[in-house]
């Protein structure tokens, strides 16, 4: 029992160790969500995905954005208006590769990064996210998956 308390968070999340996230991750997640990399445009699982449904994080299945909140920016990743609920990404100052970005991470976990080159219509900001760091939930699956708060995004 206190090996599982200590593998919980302030936030009743569980806390995966590396070698756990070696086990449930493939190579590119995990190059992507622990060490920060970023996939290549236009080659990644959901760039161009027009399904109507949610991403979730592939750590923990905490849900990120909706694809009425998905459009396309040009730059071969996928790229988000808002995040889905407030408060379920961090955003981070990254002073890396000589540039000036806020990174935005979830369970600890690198996800993108967030721009303000977004539609004007839409808010102005730009939620550029590696396809590596999510997990699409079609809406046809949400109540099964248990992400059936999510339905009401599609009626």
Known sequence: MEEQIKNISESGKKIYTDAELRAKLTPLQYKVTQE????????????DNKEPGIYVDVIDGTPLFSS?????????????????E??????KD????????????????????IFD??????????????????KFIHKDNLEKEGYEKYLKLFN
């Open 36 to 47: 920060g990399y970023t996939e290549p445009p236009f080659q990644n699982e959901y760039w």
């Open 86 to 91: 407030e408060n379920f990404v961090e955003e």
């Open 117 to 134: 080159d977004g539609p004007a219509e839409l808010g102005g900001k730009r939620y550029c996210i590696n396809s590596a760091a999510l």
């Open 68 to 84: 009425t909140d998905k459009f396309d920016s040009g730059t071969g990743w996928p790229s988000f208006s808002e995040t889905i």
């Open 94 to 113: 990254d002073f890396s590769h000589g540039m000036i970005r806020t990174e935005v991470k979830s369970s600890n976990s690198h996800l993108g990064h």
